[in-house]
């Protein structure tokens, strides 16, 4: 049996019967419909677009002001922005809409050619009333692949169904300093783990013939101080080794359809400025086929944020010769601008030509050209969706910790349940949820059935007592000192008078500082919101078990509470099911079964931090400042228990660079209900070149197992999952010692044996082994099973 395989082929073209010569369409464009081609419009469906906050980097400030469509569309439009998701309207009038505006522009164009339709998909279609699953920082917590695509499968079926060609996610940026506001939209902090997860879920989106765009290429979560585009200092190695590993797995193994480029520079070199990243190492070393395409506002940015371009011109020459093949959302640089630089022999149209070929073979390969989508009522939020949306996020939650195992709680407990966050449906849902990203206002339906923590507690012990005080406020400005002093009392009141209190604390999602997490929503102070810390210190010192419920975006310090709460729940937004997934595993009818894809730090001043540090990456004599997390990357806790025996570690013949190297173990469901386990392998190269982290990822397993059920591992480790990019920038397999650790987390002790491999360093090449492949066996053992 197979544990997750990520070698599967890209997806199939559209259905469609259309015969389309494309090198004869560029052929005959004016170079007005080829640069049409390579623009998207954000445009105004209804006069309620361009209300309210941004939704994206100075987005007011930069949309394009399209007075007349049909002169704006003459020559055609390459791509219509978000069209059905940026505005509270019912589906059937946005697609009625959309088919009026694809109409006008194919009657306006020479060759008739549609615009292709994309739209955010990171937590589901960002539509009005659409399934919200969990965040990505929820995938990773689940470790599991096989259910990320199962997500992906659904949310492809409804972009084919709405007539959606593209979808903007996943994001797949490496977790470096939780400060940073979109650490939410991320998978983790390992490489490996966001490469096969994010994989996946392209995969899944892609089966039903549209398009996923990898975000965001490349280096942006490494930004100064967790600041928002702020600077990248990163070698040439490790970006290389760590952000670019994600993208390099998913380009290779899932075939995406479309790039999107990242805001960052690194070392004063922008990304969308960078031929050596966008051509050649995505192009011609991955062997990368769809289009790049520029994040919001990308291209003018090069001029007015980096200062690399003197003008729109020169931003819009840099770009297209970097690698940009779309300028999005608008054609503020693509359309008069770079217009005016070929014209004026700047820049050849021959150029321009390979954009656009990109550009109408992607449309092809969509059935953008094939029929269209009809206006009619849609179901947004199925059943099969949510019922995929609670299973993800009951994988999703991490018990931290268990003290005296309060948890699960009795059925007749007497619960007190508290916090900002207990009686807030959007407290559950990312910043990139329809709800929290283009902000459905007070007194508008939410769109989808949003059941609140506090709410499914009610439910889940319907012979307690449950009673709710919400504390404080998310954030100290919602609330005076003496509102909050007042608030605090009621809540401690609340806890002194039940048998254990549940708080639930933590983070509102939202943009650019209107949330306390999300895009723009960066942090100085590494702790949890407001006045939540008081409020939860307040409720220990009460006497009564406390149960903290952390609802974040990011993860926080909270090694205060590890001896003193009863139980530490981490839920990284689990979306709309995720109040169900909360209450069942403080009932115990949900077993938690999540990890940590990232570490929960002890303060601020251990950042940035990853496990995937070489020696002096942690606590050492030469410092008098231990960064060691609270938690480590990979810890969660159960209430069964599982022992992990029968390590074996063997090299094939020639045990050189070139060999594969085989790790086998038997897990063991030890206690007395059914659970799952993750089994997490780890490498550590013990002399190199150049230096390597203590530990790093090479595999893992998420095996469900009965009462005294087992099951043998086979892990299957190319020699270049033991590769390093060397001093001269080359991924190559040294020669040497590898030591194995099978273990619960990054840092827990557990089963270790090693290689010696010989031979020569031996340089792997683009055909690089990416994968670990993983089998289990399920065996019999003497262990009898609870009655």
Known sequence: MTVHDQRQPAHEPADQDVDIDVERIIADMTLDEKLAQLVGLWLQLDDSVGEGGNIAPMQHEMIAKVDDFATFARHGVGQLTRPLGSQVTGIERMLGAVERVQQEIESNSRFAIPALVHEEILTGLQLYGATTYPTPLAWGSSWNPELVDRMGKQIGRSMRDLGIHLGLAPVLDVVRDPRWGRVEECIGEDPYLIGTIGSRYVQGVQSAGVGATLKHFLGYSGSQAGRNLAPVHAGRREVLETFSVPFEMAVRLAHPEAVMHSYAEIDGVPIAADPELLTGLLRDTWGFAGTVVADYFGVAFLHNLHDIAADDVEAAIIALQAGVDVELPTGNDYLEPLAEAVRAGRIPEAVVDRAVRRVLEQKLRLGVFGPRVEPRPVELDPAEARDVAAELAEQSVVLLTNGAETLPLTASASIAVVGPNADAGEALLGNYSFTNHVEVQD?????????????????????????????????????????????????????????????????????????????????????????????????????????????????????????????????????????????????GRVNPSGRLPVSMPKSAGGQPYTYRHPRLGGANP???????????????????????????????????????????????????????????????????????????????????????????????????????????????????????????????GGLTDSVVLGGDVRETGPERELVTDVELERIPTALPAAV
């Open 443 to 587: 007194g508008t339906p939410l769109g989808i059935a949003l059941p609140t923590v506090l709410e499914r507690i009610r439910q889940e012990f319907p012979e307690g007592r449950v009673t709710f005080a919400p504390g404080t406020t998310v954030r100290a400005e919602d609330q005076t000192d003496e509102a909050a002093a007042l608030s605090i009392a009621a809540a401690v009141a609340a806890a002194r008078a039940a048998e254990v209190c549940v708080a639930v604390v933590g983070d509102r999602a939202g943009l650019f500082g209107r949330g306390t997490v999300g895009e723009g929503s960066d942090i100085e102070e590494l702790e949890l919101p407001g006045r939540q810390r008081d409020l939860v210190d307040a409720l220990i010192a009460t006497g009564t078990p406390v149960v903290v419920v952390l609802l974040t975006g990011r993860p926080y310090p909270v090694a205060r509470w590890e001896s003193s709460a009863a139980a530490i729940i981490q839920a990284f937004f689990p979306g709309e099911e995720g109040a169900a997934a909360i209450a069942g595993v403080l009932s």
């Open 622 to 748: 030469v410092s008098n400042i231990n960064p060691a997390p609270a938690f480590p990357f990979g810890h969660g806790l159960s209430y069964t228990t599982f022992r992990h025996s029968d390590l074996q570690v063997e090299v094939a013949a020639p045990a050189d660079t070139s060999s594969t190297i085989t790790v086998s173990c038997t897990v063991e469901n030890t206690g007395h209900r059914a659970g799952a386990d993750v089994v997490q392998l780890y490498v550590r190269d013990v002399a190199a070149s150049v230096t390597r982290p203590l530990r790093q990822l090479v595999g893992w397993a998420r095996v469900q197992l009965d009462p005294g059920a087992a099951a043998a591992i086979r892990f299957t480790v190319p020699a270049d999952r033991l590769a390093l990019v060397g001093r001269g920038l080359r991924w190559q397999v040294e020669p040497g010692e590898f030591v194995f650790t099978v273990a619960p987390s990054a840092t827990a």
